[in-house]
């Protein structure tokens, strides 16, 4: 019988060699050993998914696989989530995340909503190529918290800004949190638009979301 850590490699190993099948059983039995669903995702499934995205973005790995290893790392959710305690997923607020328009790169945004997702928010995909009066009127619509903008082109930046400043044309801005994400994107750059804060990866974002929701 595995210990923690070696059933946590292996479903981070199930997600990236496609292990679709496999990661259900081997997540069944994580549980039944008796650790945290939170460590389950957070340390074996989504370190999996990490290291998928570094492969994708290294080109050795491409769409095809990305969708398998992303089939695999659900399975693997769908049996570790209904086992989350409480107070790992006790946030009820609904987060607003998409990519903003002139971008379609979406890897890091889908890695986030997964992260966020997993640590029990509610989230709202917009997808890709999304211009900033979308996230305002979905934000009003769902009364949302948070708004996590994501891009990986330093063109597409502005629109960053464009939603900050919709907010605050609003008179939103004090009840909504705005973190982004993305290549072109850093803490100073987050400063400088206004936002709330700047995640360099999935399991940072989580972090970044649970400080700014006080949790």
Do not use: W
């Amino acid at each position: 019988m595995m210990n923690k850590e070696e059933l946590l490699k292996v479903l981070s190993e199930c997600v990236v060699e496609m292990e679709d099948e496999k990661v259900i059983g081997m997540a069944e039995e994580y549980i039944q050993s008796g650790y945290p669903a939170i460590d389950g995702i957070m340390q074996g499934l989504v370190d999996g998914m990490n290291k998928v995205a570094d492969l994708y973005e290294n080109e050795e790995y491409f769409i095809p696989e990305l969708l398998i290893c992303s089939d695999a790392m659900y399975n693997g959710l769908d049996v570790l989530r209904p086992y989350l305690e409480k107070s790992d997923s006790q946030q009820q607020c609904k987060v607003v995340i998409g990519v903003v328009e002139g971008d379609t790169h979406d890897l890091g945004k889908n890695l986030v909503k997964i992260m966020l997702e997993s640590a029990g928010y509610e989230l709202i995909d917009l997808g890709r190529d999304v211009p900033p009066v979308d996230f305002i009127n979905v934000v009003k619509e769902k009364d949302a918290s948070v708004v996590a903008l994501s891009t990986l082109m330093s063109t597409a930046t502005s629109n960053m800004k464009r939603v900050v400043e919709l907010l605050v044309k609003e008179g939103m801005r004090d009840s909504v949190k705005v973190i982004i994400g993305g290549g072109p994107t850093s803490p100073e750059f987050a400063k400088k638009i206004g936002a709330d804060g700047y995640s360099k990866n999935a399991v940072e974002a989580v972090k970044l979301v649970n400080r700014l929701m006080g949790t």
